[in-house]
T-cell receptor, first 114, second 114 residues
Framework: KQEVTQIPAALSVPEGENLVLNCSFT??????LQWFRQDPGKGLTSLLL?????REQTSGRLNASLDKSSGRSTLYIAASQPGDSATYLC?????????????FGTGTRLLVSP | DAMVIQNPRYQVTQFGKPVTLSCSQT?????MYWYQQKSSQAPKLLFH???????NEADTPDNFQSRRPNTSFCFLDIRSPGLGDAAMYLC?????????????FGPGTRLLVL
């Protein structure tokens, strides 16, 4: 059974800092890994999707890496801003299942203070 | 703008009183998903539709049912809500369930059971 863990559960940083969020998964047989952002009381917004054959993806100040063999992914946020405050969830798509079944972690709650 | 819409955003119901949550999409996607997310927990897939084909997760309680009358709409019916069913319910879509696709999430419906 695939399990996804995110550490830390919460993180507080001052504005401008670079930071790393961690995601680990127990079964390396995955199609892809996604990072989502969730604002309080809202739905999920996809940030980055990394295919199993890729090592990293970048979008603006965000960089996500994937080491499938070790079951780890990181989300790097450069020059953090108060608007980055949200919960960040990672999710893996399991192989040999239909229709993009995602298994989510419980998220890291990020607070960036001005 | 194309999007995933959920109504209502907040729903209060009484213990045991049936409730229906609504999701609609303008993306013309084939696949629609319902997730349950309890406080500080990971979203958990309840079921999904590929077109009209219904796929239930093995551990989804019988108390939860779903209908998809057409491509655009999908409903989540909770036949006899219990206190443990209080959660955020997230609807999502994807084009065809392929491995490289992103899931698009609605804003969610927060359900409170009194």
């Amino acid at each position: 059974k695939q399990e996804v863990t995110q550490i830390p559960a919460a993180l507080s940083v001052p504005e401008g800092e670079n930071l790393v969020l961690n995601c680990s998964f127990t079964d390396s047989a995955i199609y892809n890994l996604q990072w989502f952002r969730q604002d309080p009381g809202k739905g999920l917004t996809s940030l980055l999707l990394i295919q199993s054959s890729q090592r990293e993806q970048t979008s603006g100040r965000l960089n996500a890496s994937l080491d499938k063999s070790s079951g780890r992914s990181t989300l790097y946020i450069a020059a953090s801003q108060p608007g980055d405050s949200a919960t960040y969830l990672c999710a893996v798509r399991r192989m040999n299942t239909g229709f993009q079944k995602l298994v989510f972690g419980t998220g890291t709650r990020l607070l960036v203070s001005p | 703008d194309a999007m995933v819409i959920q109504n209502p955003r907040y729903q209060v119901t009484q213990f045991g009183k049936p409730v229906t949550l609504s999701c609609s999409q303008t993306l013309n996607h084939n696949v629609m998903y319902w997730y349950q997310q309890k406080s500080s927990q990971a979203p958990k897939l309840l079921f999904h539709y590929y077109d009209k084909d219904f796929n239930n997760e093995a551990d989804t309680p019988d108390n939860f049912q779903s209908r998809r009358p057409n491509t655009s709409f999908c409903f989540l019916d909770i036949r006899s809500p219990g206190l443990g069913d209080a959660a955020m319910y997230l609807c999502a879509t994807s084009a065809s369930g392929g491995s490289g696709e992103t899931q698009y999430f609605g804003p969610g419906t927060r359900l409170l059971v009194l």
